[in-house]
């Protein structure tokens, strides 16, 4: 039987079968940095798998024989399932071991990565997909929910800065990674490249992975879960259509939209209706934590802005410049690289300083690379390009680990997964949302009064949106642990 563990400092006699006694621990033990190396490891795997296909699309119109409404399932499938999926990883992390979680989540996603691999048309690979979204779904929050149960609160910004490897370097390097694969192979080598690594996880995680904390044996309420299909489903879905359709919102999208916001209401009441016998799929009482709404706020506002980056900078610098894919990719690589590499050291200033100083100036700078990005033109050397991004980047980073840390470190035990599964939700609608608004917006303006205008007008309104950013980090301070007073 797999052993049960958790750190003394987040210690609690409902959730651990151990006692060392004595002060919190400044350090780790062995076999939970290994856990977490392990689950950071697979999460890493699972978010390059997100980007890695957008540089593919166009190649797989051609193999496939597909036209490009229909191509862009892959990548609007994969955003559904997660949509769907991660509400539910608040009530899959308490019914089920840490061990078990972790065998779904990447069983699902290499069982999808090898379908992938060998799919003889587009119906298998979209199934694929829908697969491997699955299991990617899972991961973060596991990821999220591990850290709060097994690191003191004093040290949860170093461990947190380290995820941010794993959620900003993977994106970035998605592009350049499939670029230079499709320069010397077929598609399918994009998923032949991350099925050993995704092995190598399964195997690591299968042979050293132990279970931490209690299960608890909650009800599933299958009306919650019939809710979440319309209610996350359809916002992402109305909102990726109407950002994807160019020429303003379709009677599809809007009926999505519709429908979506509909069962979110119902989704939100019934919730609230189960939280008094204690039986939520995802319990809302996480947001009674003042510091977690106004984190959770500013990641909205942040990865709005971020998405909104993502998609109209390789417009840019493809429509305008002349780019092609792989030179795209090597463009954006350095931001996305800065501001992985540069989380864990963010993480130790903020268990030193707190998260005003960081996410005031990470704001801030954020705003101001947003709005020298809407002054871009047909001329504007590609060094100064590498270097807004940058700036962009650096700015973000010092926003994701301090909300992430800030929002989560107040909860009680029994609502870690539930508030990494509430965060990692709002992050996926949120990004439909920011993709949503500014490729309308660019789209609109194009067709008026050119592309470069249409792009001056969308990076305009990411800067104005992240002023929002500005005023919910002044509200951002510092908190302890729901079961004692950090440790300093």
Known sequence: MATDISSTARRDPAQTTVDTGGAPPEKLSRESVAIIATLLAA???????????????????????????????????????????????????QRLSTRAVFMLAMGLFSGGTLLAALAPGFEVLLLARIVQAGGTAIMLPLLMTTILTLVPVSRRGAVMGNVSIAISVAPAMGPTVSGLILEHFTWRFMFFFVLPIALLAFGIGARFLRNIGENEKTRLDALSVVLTVPAFGGLVYGLSQIGGGGGGPSIPALAALTVGVVALLAFVLRQLRLQKSDAPLLDLRAFNFRMFTVSVLLLVVAMIALFGAVILLPLYLQEIRGLKSLETGLVLLPGGLAMGLLGPVIGRLFDRVGPLPLTLTGSSLMVLSLWQLSRLDAQTPVGWIIALHVGLSLGLALLFTPAFTTGLNP??????????????????????????????????????????????????????IALAAVVLSMLMRKTDGASGPAAH
Do not use: C, K
Request: charged share 5%; no cysteine.
């Open 43 to 93: 999460t890493f795997v699972v978010i390059l798998n997100e980007t890695i296909m957008n540089v593919a699309l166009q190649r797989l119109m051609v193999d496939l024989r597909v036209d490009a409404p229909t191509v862009q399932w892959l990548s609007t499938g994969f955003m559904l399932t997660m949509a769907v999926v991660i509400p539910t990883t608040g009530f899959i992390l």
């Open 411 to 464: 909860l009680p035990p029994h609502l870690y997964s539930h508030g990494s599964a509430i965060m990692s939700t709002l992050q996926q609608v949120a990004g439909a949302a920011g993709t949503a608004l500014l490729v309308s917006i660019f789209a609109v303006v194009s067709a008026g009064a050119g592309i470069v205008a249409g792009m001056h007008a969308a990076f305009l309104t990411a800067a104005a």
